[in-house]
């Protein structure tokens, strides 16, 4: 072969190759067409006797999913014998059912492969079960047992009772969950929510009280069942009537949830621990989910703190000063009564009125500046990008959809989400950030080391309290 064709045989194989890459764009050329998404639909079913069913298929694996939730939670429970449901849920999951006693009842479970638990909250007693689509008869046929026959075994009750009261022990030496339950404790006084169970409440409950709770409020017409996974969902409803059909309607009582008394005058709470940080929280009441603020509050908190690197805290807090590895803040929108406003950090002993001081002077700029358009447009990207990922789960879908109807959320919450978050200005967080953000009348709570010090009202410009270590 002479040289001339061997040259033009490399040009004939190189040549694609070097157009193929002319032809690449750059970066800034790429173009994306706009995300479209709409919000899954999830059918809903109820039975005769009042059970509402959230049903979600999806035949990707051979499993399902059960989340169920009982319409009362700790919000009723008397202030004398605090932890009443956390108590009943651990004992109705540990306390067999049925002909089962707690060890025939756990092997039951472990024989199917199959995952049961049970949880406690503010309004509601949620269980949760997982199994093979093989073994989904039997399956709910022990949660049918759970919810109509619990047995509160003797042994069991007192077993969970005495996991609590190490647990209420050992939370003293936890700082930021100290912090937490003082907060709440300060801003809600007496009322349930600002409750925190104690070694004298728990001791106080006895296995009646259980069984009076799950006489009063274990009903069909007060379950609420969401079900994702492999099963066809005429099918699924005719297998829950024949296991839970013949359980009867039944009237009964709604919980009562006490009214909010008004705020408390805040008050800056101090607690010595010997910890290398001392966790600082700055908090008030919030909204309820019905708030015309709430989109705006939203925005508003992902700039100060709610964003990550994103938020005005972190930069200005740890990027710019280096006082912290974390800081942050959340608007709780209350689901039935008025969540929290909290903004959080772990310092330096000697840095913690450096650092209150930053993150006072980050809400009053928030108050009395505009954001800038970046921010905004960062904030609502953001925003409208994780809702959206949050329907990637089928369970998760199904029991949004469950959880949104407990609480009365408006039918067109989820579809109207991100227009509502896409539409919010400058002036509606600036607004919003006046109107909720009360940055120099916010409790302050401090624990970390020597902060059992006397300390002057003058500190922080607010009265000085302790804190009671023992719970």
Known sequence: MSLRILVLLLIALLLPACVGQRLQPRPDQITSSPLTFAVPKVEQRVLDNGMRLYLNPDHELPLINFSLMIGAGS?????????????????????????????????KLEGIAADLSVSSGSYSVSCGLSLHRADLESGLAVLSDLLRRPRFDKGRVELARRQMLEGIRRQNDEPGVLAQWQLRR??????????????????????QDLLDFHR????????????????DPTEMELLLDRLFGDWPLQPFELQNIPPLTAPLEPVVLALSKEVPQTTVLLGQRGITKDHPDLYALRVMNFILGGGGFNSRLMREVRSNRGLAYS???????????????????????ATVDEVVALMR??????????????ELEVARESLIKSFV??????????????????????????????????????????GA??????????TIVLVGEHMDQEQSSERFGLPVAGLPEEN
């Not at 942050?328 to 008025?338: E, I, M």
């Not at 002077?361 to 970046?374: K, N």
């Not at 039918?411 to 991100?418: A, I, K, N, S, V």
Request: proline share 5%; hydrophobic share 40%; with cysteine.
């Open 433 to 442: 950030a006046r109107r909720h953000l009360q940055w120099d009348r916010q």
């Open 75 to 107: 919000i009723g429970e008397p202030a004398a014998k605090s932890g009443l449901v956390q108590l009943y849920a651990a004992a109705l999951r540990s306390g067999g059912a049925g002909l089962l006693s707690p060890q025939a009842f756990d092997d």
């Open 389 to 430: 990922f949050a329907f990637e789960d089928p369970h998760e879908i199904v029991s949004q959809a469950m959880r949104l109807d407990f609480y009365g959320y408006a039918e067109d919450y989820l579809q109207g989400y991100r227009d509502r978050l896409a539409a919010v200005t400058s002036d509606d967080v600036l």
């Open 361 to 374: 002077a980050e809400m009053r700029r928030i108050s009395e500046e505009p954001v800038s358009d970046e």
């Open 216 to 231: 009063r409020y274990v009903l069909p017409n007060n379950l609420w069942l969401a079900v994702s996974g492999d099963f």
């Open 327 to 349: 800081v942050y803040s959340y608007f709780q929108a209350g689901r039935r009564l008025p969540g929290l406003f909290v903004a959080g950090c772990e310092t330096r002993t």
């Open 186 to 207: 300060a801003l809600y006084g007496d009322h349930p929510l600002g409750r925190t169970p104690s070694l004298d409440s728990v001791e106080a409950i006895d296995r």
